[in-house]
Antibody, heavy 128, light 115 residues
Framework: QVQLQESGPRLVKPSGTLSLTCVVSGGSISSKNWWSWVRQPPGKGLEWIGEIYHSGSTNYNPSLKSRVTISVDRSKNQFSLKMNSVTAADTADYYC?????????????????????WGKGTTVTVSS | EIMLTQSPGTLSLSPGERATLSCRASQTVHGQTINSYYLAWYQQRPGQAPRLLIYGTSIRATGVPDRFSGSGSGADFTLTISRLEPEDFVVYFCQQYDNSPPIYTFGQGTKLEIK
């Protein structure tokens, strides 16, 4: 059973860089899955940040793309998030997730991508 | 960019009742013809990470009770909880994926509260 665990500094100064790592256990990061980061500001909804495949291919939310880098370390079975130039608006719970691909046999087509495993999340506060 | 609007924002019901949660896309999901495959529902309990309930519009994820069901197509999708249990009174999000460019979008959430 795959489990994910986020780690990293809980407090980041404004204009600094937020750095988080997600360790994958119970499975391989080199499986046929994308791995993503999602965040949730206090009392608000969910925002997708970006995703990475074990090959290193990435996709980012256009609204965050200029500030975000996601990387993978297959030897450590983990992937990481870096977000620079942070402000108070980046204060949030950050989750790493596994993304599954649903293949619809009846339609002979991919039926979407969904986040089936989530880490417990880590709260990051941007404050001086 | 597709926007997902969930309604109502808060739904007040009693245990044992039926809940119907709505998620509407601002344009046809997947951009062109009616295609219901790209929608999921997540449940989030206080202080916990979201949990995948439904994917592909109507497929229950592993371990999800059969009182949860999803339906819909095109722009309008529904999560139905047939008989509410006390643990169901939490927050629900819908999510869609668009591949041009790749992006995941979530609805703003519906809070299910005990009446």
């Amino acid at each position: 059973q795959v489990q994910l665990q986020e780690s990293g500094p809980r407090l980041v100064k404004p204009s600094g860089t937020l750095s988080l790592t997600c360790v994958v256990s119970g499975g391989s990061i080199s499986s046929k899955n994308w791995w993503s980061w999602v965040r949730q500001p206090p009392g608000k909804g969910l925002e997708w940040i970006g995703e990475i495949y074990h090959s290193g291919s990435t996709n980012y939310n256009p609204s965050l793309k200029s500030r975000v880098t996601i990387s993978v370390d297959r030897s450590k079975n983990q992937f990481s998030l870096k977000m620079n130039s942070v402000t108070a608006a980046d204060t949030a719970d950050y989750y790493c997730t596994r993304v599954i691909t649903y293949y619809d046999i009846s339609a002979a087509d991919i039926g979407g991508y969904y986040m089936d495993v989530w880490g417990k999340g880590t709260t990051v506060t941007v404050s001086s | 960019e597709i926007m997902l609007t969930q309604s109502p924002g808060t739904l007040s019901l009693s245990p044992g009742e039926r809940a119907t949660l709505s998620c509407r896309a601002s344009q046809t999901v997947h951009g062109q013809t009616i295609n219901s495959y790209y929608l999921a529902w997540y449940q989030q309990r206080p202080g916990q990470a979201p949990r995948l309930l439904i994917y592909g519009t109507s497929i229950r994820a592993t371990g999800v009770p059969d009182r949860f069901s999803g339906s819909g197509s095109g722009a309008d999708f529904t999560l139905t909880i047939s008989r509410l249990e006390p643990e169901d009174f939490v927050v629900y999000f819908c999510q869609q994926y668009d591949n041009s460019p790749p992006i995941y979008t979530f609805g703003q959430g519906t809070k299910l509260e005990i009446k």
